[in-house]
């Protein structure tokens, strides 16, 4: 009986919880990397955060290639050879000693791995399993990404300051390899290859009516060639642009603008990154609930305006932090926004084109919206060496958050293929 009662859905988020962590803890932890490689090896932030910006440029690239290989040959085996490519890539840049070893490995290589396995074969997947309470359940399984960098940035500090940067670099590529392979080992690519259902519930027991729009994402098959021909599937994605670009530019110089810009110690500065990815956990528990529930009635736009909207405003404020307590405030703010919007923008997107090619129109997404954000962490780390400071790159990206609230406005449920 208890057998009959599990969902194995559960097992699909637990899954792609634990593959985010691992993903995200060995490279999400690059900026308290930052400030030890930059006085250890005499480079400056522009050069390494170019390091770290053609990792995006291959995230965005073969996001595509990600998407297509798990429609074709299955989430498990994906991210099981991304995980192996990964970690490998991560053990190698423990032995850099040029620039161009740090491209290769961390930008290249490590980056082509984390593509296969991180968030197109994971979140899509997780998507396929849930449909009633899919935000809830796509956000539970992104905490994994948020968590990852919560618990690995303390741990690889202490890690740095005991065993050096190298040591750990080979630590997290172990770790990346092992985890992730774990975490795609228990991947299925959809309920009916379980003998079960979306939620494990029959559609014509869970839905009364066919106007409920919760189950709209599982009888909706888009394909990508016919989403790309609606003005929805772009304007979701220049939606998306604006805070991207600001936050994927702001994380890798975080530790580095908390110790600059606002002058906290080395110690503090690095438990900013930890304050923020907390706060974008939390921010996704609570707004998934929060759209779930107002699904039905009001879609999930009122929410996905909240969090952009909070986005832009902390981007203008950036300038005037200065101390702690103003600092906590800020990280707490855009952590909030950005983990909400990070959890409801792919949960928007089945909604607006189903489920049945997901990963493949995901991973369009996702190359589109990574290509043109990759020039955020190389724009912070320039300016930041030209200025000294990082008050301009918060104007600028404030005004690219400003133009992802306009064209939110403009997403319209397409009708026409």
């Known amino acids: 009986m208890i057998g009959k009662r599990f969902f194995y859905g559960y097992v699909i988020v637990f899954a792609a919880w634990l593959v985010m962590f691992v993903c995200t803890g060995g490279v999400d932890t690059f900026s308290v990397f930052l400030p030890v490689l930059m006085e250890e090896l005499g480079w400056a932030s522009g050069t390494l955060s170019l390091g770290y ?82 935000a809830l359940m796509i956000s539970l399984a992104m905490t994994g990404s948020g968590l990852g960098v919560v618990v690995m940035a303390p741990l690889v500090y202490s890690l740095i300051a005991s065993y050096g940067w190298r040591a750990t670099y080979l630590v997290l590529g172990i770790t990346m390899a092992v985890g992730a392979s774990i975490g795609g080992a228990l991947l299925i690519k959809s309920p009916e290859l379980k003998g079960t259902y979306p939620d494990g519930t029959k559609p014509a027991q869970a839905m009364p009516t066919r ?41 890798p110089h975080l530790v580095t603008w908390a110790q600059v810009d606002v002058g906290l110690p080395p110690a503090a500065a690095v438990s900013m990154l930890s304050v923020f990815v907390f706060s974008s956990v939390v921010g996704r528990f609570i707004t998934a609930f929060i759209s779930d529930v107002l699904m039905l009635r009001f879609g999930r736009k009122p929410m996905l305006f909240l969090c952009t909207i909070g986005i832009t405003l902390a981007m203008f404020c950036a300038p005037m932090v200065s101390g702690t307590a103003s600092a906590t405030i800020f990280v707490i703010w855009v952590g909030f926004c950005y ?46 060496d030209w200025r000294g400071n990082y008050d301009l790159t918060f104007l600028v990206t404030g005004v690219l958050c400003l133009l992802s609230v306009i064209f939110l406005g403009l997403i319209k449920m397409p009708t026409e293929r």
């Open 53 to 134: 910006t053609i990792g995006l440029v291959v995230l965005a690239v073969m996001s595509p290639v990600s998407g297509i290989l798990t429609d074709k040959i299955g989430p498990r085996r994906t991210v099981i050879i991304g995980a192996i490519i990964g970690g490998v890539g991560l053990c190698l840049t423990s032995q850099i000693s040029q620039p161009w070893h740090f491209y290769l490995t961390l930008g290249l290589i490590t980056s082509a791995g984390v593509s296969l396995a991180y968030i197109v074969p994971t979140v899509p997947t997780v998507r396929r399993w849930f449909t009633r309470k899919a």
């Open 211 to 251: 106007n409920e729009a919760e189950y709209t994402g599982r009888t909706e098959q888009w394909s990508a060639s016919e989403a790309m021909r609606t003005s929805a599937f772009w304007c979701l994605i220049l939606a998306q642009i604006g805070y991207f670009t600001a936050i994927v530019g702001l994380l």
């Open 339 to 384: 983990g909400s919007c990070f959890g409801l923008f792919p949960t928007y997107l089945g909604d607006l084109f189903g489920t049945a090619n997901l990963p493949t129109l995901f991973g369009v997404v996702f190359m589109v919206i990574s290509l043109v954000c990759a020039v955020g962490p190389w724009g912070f780390g320039v300016i930041f």
